[in-house]
């Protein structure tokens, strides 16, 4: 690849943490969060937005705990427009190894007039004063305009000066409600450097949605006249129709460096498993052909590509699935490989065991491989997935079950340790998973609602591994978790799916 010194970094402004996790059914427990934290910070994320610590005392927590975790990478943490907020914000990030506040004001007639409910003036005001304000506290310090797509440019220009004037080091433009087009975005960015007074001191940041599909291409058009920091979240999750992509926009200003002449400092080779850890935790299956990192991304299926492909890979290829880690789907162990095979494989596919973790960890691949014929990669990805992660403290197991199912009806019987003490009991329901939920929250004393159950088989055959996941909220407090569970039962899986988020619910953050 080409690199001339000449060229723009981007920074990448990470927020799935924050507009990623805000969105409905994304909640991630405290160490779910800390995991994609580091992954991000390992793939080189300039800035990582851990939340918004105002708005509760778990997420204030929670962003102070990534702040402390977090070595190279900068930490920023939304503020409203008030003192309070931007003293919280403070108070969560001020440890870090490096930090940013994040400030943001809605500047459009209509967050104004209806949401705010205040004067151009009043708003120019408070700009002025709660940058000034973090400034106090912070040296670097961004300002978001909220929905400055529909703002007047001229008013936007003016709330731009206002913030650069008070000391703001980085200007956002967001596009809050995905109403923008590219051609568009390129206007008002050209607008804002050619009509504010020191822009040319500051950094140009854009946040794109997804509502009209235009997230990725809209961040680009910006970038090309002149922004210099995208926000984006990983596999583009977010508020309604979610983020700008993060893998797209990187792939794309990688793929295409001869047309933007930027680069990014993102080692794309940890995209793939960046996403899978994401999806993974959300409980969020990707769509096959979702750009990048969807299973069929890099799918040759016609036979005229295939035919080009085999060839020569530039035919139908632009992009190496190397590039961004895709494991390569060849090699799969059986019934008799021994514990050497499996280490080597592992090792080759990027996990390193400690010696104690390959014991833990061989009888439980041995037990597969006894029910099943071939492990297959994926196979091992989905026994491996929660062993580099931090534990979620499991306060209740499953030590036995049994089910009997009729057409109409069904009961399990469920066994749980919990303290060392076992305790059963035995439920009917409308079918045997329905039976086993309850169960359970009989024997947790809980009434945690399912609202979503999902069953996939990680590979294929008839004795695949199930995964199942479920997304249980506690009426209490309205708080969600997702669960996983994996074996080759998929009765089995559900129900440590099941006990898997409610353990995450009964763990004060
Ligand atoms: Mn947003």
Redesign the pocket.
């Known amino acids: 690849m080409n690199t001339t010194t000449d060229q723009r970094k981007i920074l990448i402004f990470d927020?799935t943490l924050r507009?990623g996790e805000q969105s409905p059914g994304c909640s991630m427990h405290l160490n779910e969060k800390l995991d994609v934290a580091e992954a991000l910070e390992a793939m080189g994320v300039d800035i990582i937005e851990a939340g918004f610590p105002a708005s509760s005392e778990g997420e204030f927590k929670a962003v102070r705990e990534i702040a402390s975790v977090l070595k190279r990478a900068r930490v920023t943490a939304l503020c409203r427009c008030k003192k309070e907020d931007i003293d919280r914000g403070y108070e969560a990030v001020k440890d870090a190894a490096a930090f940013r506040l994040h400030i943001f004001l809605a500047t459009s007639p209509i967050h104004l007039e209806h949401k705010l409910r205040i004067t151009e003036d009043t708003a120019i005001e408070m700009i002025d004063l709660h940058t000034r304000y973090a400034r106090a506290l912070a040296e670097d310090v961004e300002f978001s305009f909220e929905d400055a797509t529909r703002t007047p440019l001229p008013f936007l220009a003016k709330a731009a000066a206002t913030a650069i004037a008070a000391g703001a080091t980085t200007l956002n433009f967001?596009d809050?409600v995905g109403y923008a087009t590219p051609h568009e975005m390129g206007e008002m960015i050209t607008y804002i450097r050619n009509n504010v007074a020191g822009i040319e001191n500051v950094n140009i940041s854009v946040?794109c949605?997804n509502d009209l599909g235009m997230a990725v291409a809209n961040s680009l058009a910006a970038v090309q006249a002149g922004a210099g920091q995208v926000e984006c979240t990983v596999n583009g999750i977010?508020?309604r129709a979610g983020?700008a992509a993060m893998e797209e926009i990187v792939m794309s200003l990688r793929t295409r460096r001869d047309f933007f002449d930027c680069f990014t400092d993102i080692d794309t080779t940890r995209i793939y498993s960046v996403s899978k850890l994401v999806s993974s935790i959300v409980g969020i299956k990707l769509p096959p052909n979702k750009a990048i990192v969807g299973r069929n991304a890099f799918v040759h299926e016609s036979g005229i590509h295939q035919h080009g492909v085999l060839t020569n890979k530039c035919t139908y290829e632009i992009m190496n699935p190397r590039d961004i880690g895709v494991p390569e789907n060849a090699l799969v162990l059986g019934k008799h490989s021994g514990k050497h095979a499996f280490t080597e494989l592992l090792a080759e596919m990027g996990y390193s065991l400690t010696p104690e973790q390959a014991e833990t960890f061989f009888p439980k691949y041995k037990e597969i491989a006894d029910r099943k014929k071939e492990v297959t990669r994926s196979d091992i990805d989905a026994l491996l997935s929660g062993a580099f992660r931090r534990r979620i403290k499991r306060i209740y197991t499953l030590k036995d079950y049994e089910v009997t199912a009729y057409k109409n009806s069904a009961s399990a019987s469920i066994s749980l340790e919990a303290e060392g003490k076992i305790h059963t009991e035995r439920m009917t329901g409308d079918g045997p998973v329905d039976a086993g939920f309850k169960a359970i929250n009989s024997l947790t004393g809980q009434n945690f609602k399912l609202v979503d159950y999902q069953l996939h088989s990680v590979s294929e055959g008839k004795d695949a591994l199930g995964e199942a996941t479920v997304k249980l909220v506690s009426p209490d407090d309205g708080k969600m978790m997702t669960g996983k569970g994996v074996s080759t039962d998929v009765l089995e899986a559900s129900l440590l799916a099941y006990l898997n988020a409610t353990n995450k619910l009964l763990q004060e953050e």
């Open positions: 927020t507009d967001p809050t946040h949605h977010g508020e983020n």
